[in-house]
């Protein structure tokens, strides 16, 4: 695999060191932004790869240009905006500190509402242990089902709530022509 362009790793660098000041080098803050902009340059390393392996017919190479041409405008958009935000502690900067707490409550939120009651094997139990006993999805009483239906329907909410903060990101990004970033729901990987 041939290594990725130079200026690509030079502007990676570039986004990871503007992020740091804009947040003021608070570690969390800095972690959560960071992991909001890491699969943006992740899908243009894609995009660099198909297009340094010329085998991809003419009008896919000429899509991926123009999604790269895009992409390094946004990010030159996106690294003025945080410059902006690393000047002064106005309108920018609090843009960027909100991201970066929204980016760890929801990732929290995912974690809690997704994979909370995911149990990992423990070999040491016996194959009859009561832990394995499927449980039962039909409720035992008409509290537990009403109690299990109000749960049901806050997590609705909740994630139509998260679907619409999506949004208004989205043309907020398409209005002023930069990136604020993705987030990557990876699988559930139980903790050791």
């Known amino acids: 695999m041939t290594p990725l362009p130079p200026s690509f790793k030079a502007l990676y660098r570039l986004a990871l060191r503007a992020t740091s000041v804009s947040v003021l080098h608070k570690t969390s803050a800095r972690k959560n932004t960071i992991k909001l902009w890491r699969p943006t340059f992740d899908k243009v390393a894609q995009c660099i790869r198909v297009l340094e392996s010329r085998q991809s017919s003419s ?38 500190r909100n991201i970066s707490i929204l980016s760890a409550r929801h990732r929290f939120w995912v974690r809690e509402s997704y994979y909370k009651g995911i149990k990992q094997w423990n070999p040491q139990r016996p194959p009859t242990a009561p832990e394995y006993d499927p449980k039962s999805l039909l409720p035992k009483d008409r509290r537990a089902m009403n109690l299990r239906a109000k749960t049901r329907e806050g997590k609705r909410v909740n994630e139509l709530c998260w679907n619409a903060l999506g949004e208004v990101v989205r043309m907020a990004e398409a209005r002023h022509d930069l990136s604020l970033g993705r987030h990557r729901v990876k699988a559930w990987v139980p903790e050791r």
């Open 59 to 96: 009008a896919v190479s000429r899509r991926h240009k123009e999604l790269l041409d895009t992409w390094q405008r946004r990010m030159d958009n996106t690294l003025t905006f945080l410059l902006s935000s690393a000047q002064s502690r106005s309108l920018p900067h609090k843009v960027v």
